[in-house]
């Protein structure tokens, strides 16, 4: 059995894709894998009730096919893989990057191959690549490594960068759904369109994103979690400055503001998806979790970090 967590951009989405660092937060919900021998690859998920085999015209098809690929033998045993998935998918908290790492995994296990968190993380970029045309890579390394960090995409062939952060305190996080779904794909083709149109302003945007993740790197280092909430308010209204926000979105932030979080904001791709907030302690998330309830379909309380 091998489970791989999603995770939460606490700081830097979209911006990461242009070259700025991004500080994501591994949580505890996400996907578990099993791989058994059978007679034929096969591919089950559950409870979305997926039983594919690689040769689908179908996207998880093609992403288990780029998995099975990475043990490229051709008398290598035939598996069925199933996958348990308890995150929702589209949703910003990087279900696609969890399954594909878990299933790796379970791959390996299957086949007795020892692969450090890293390269696992490594190795699901191609299965990453079908779903989102032009991942920055963030998803899969949380994935994989978990914990929280600031990740730097790698450019003109230099690797990217994931730099794990010490912290003094584990962060309380609520997780909410806002029922809409979003293709990252799209929302990262509307942004890199708003780049080419307006470089001057949207490259400013990005520079301000990245003096925040400076700073909450700082602020989390330092157990400050009322800063970290700040900025994370300061950071949903440049996301709201590239039409990334809902009207969902910002009403989630807001009775979550209400309810007592230190900050708010979407989190992943946005144009609906999920927002996070950040809480004092796991009393006080209950309570803002409790408040969204009625506003979002799926609410969890995830603590991360320690
Ligand atoms: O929606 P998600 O969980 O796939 O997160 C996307 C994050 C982006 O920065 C928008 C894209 C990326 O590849 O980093």
């Known amino acids: ?100 790492v878990a299933v790796i995994h379970a791959l ?39 914990g929280i960090a600031v990740y730097h995409r790698g450019h003109d062939g230099s690797p990217s960068t994931l730099d794990p952060i010490r912290v003094r305190r584990s962060l309380p996080l609520v997780v909410a759904f806002s029922g809409e779904s979003s293709s990252t794909k ?38 400050d979690l009322r800063a970290v909430g700040q900025l994370m308010d300061m950071n949903q209204a440049l996301l709201s400055g590239l039409m990334l926000s809902t009207e969902k979105l910002e009403a989630i932030c807001k009775v979550a503001r209400e309810a007592g979080a230190l900050g708010a904001k979407l989190t992943g791709a946005g144009g609906g998806g999920c927002a996070v907030a950040l809480c004092e302690d796991t009393e006080s998330a209950e309570r803002v979790r409790a408040a969204l309830e009625p506003l979002a379909p799926f609410t969890r309380v995830t603590e991360t970090g320690r």
């Open 186 to 223: 799209e929302m990262v083709s509307m942004v890199t369109r708003q780049y080419e149109r307006e470089p001057e302003r949207v490259g400013e945007l990005f520079d301000g994103v990245a003096s925040l993740v400076r700073n909450a790197k700082l602020a989390i280092q330092d157990g």
């Open 108 to 146: 390996d296990d299957a086949r007795g191959i020892t692969r450090d968190p890293r390269d696992r993380g490594e190795a699901a970029m191609a299965w990453e690549r079908v779903f989102h045309g032009n991942p920055s890579g963030v998803d899969n390394m949380m994935a994989a490594v978990g």
């Open 1 to 100: 059995m091998a489970f791989a967590g999603g995770k939460v951009i606490l700081f830097g989405e979209h911006a990461v894709v242009h070259g700025r660092p991004a500080l994501a937060a591994g949580i505890a919900l996400g996907v578990e894998a099993t791989a058994t021998e059978a007679d034929a690859d096969r591919f089950t998920v559950a409870p979305w009730g997926v039983d594919i085999g690689p040769d689908r015209d179908h996207d998880l098809a093609r992403a288990f096919r780029a998995a099975l690929d990475l043990h490229a033998d051709p008398n290598r045993p035939r598996y069925h893989v199933h996958a348990d998935v308890g995150i929702p998918g589209g949703a910003g908290l990087g279900c696609s990057a969890a399954m594909g």
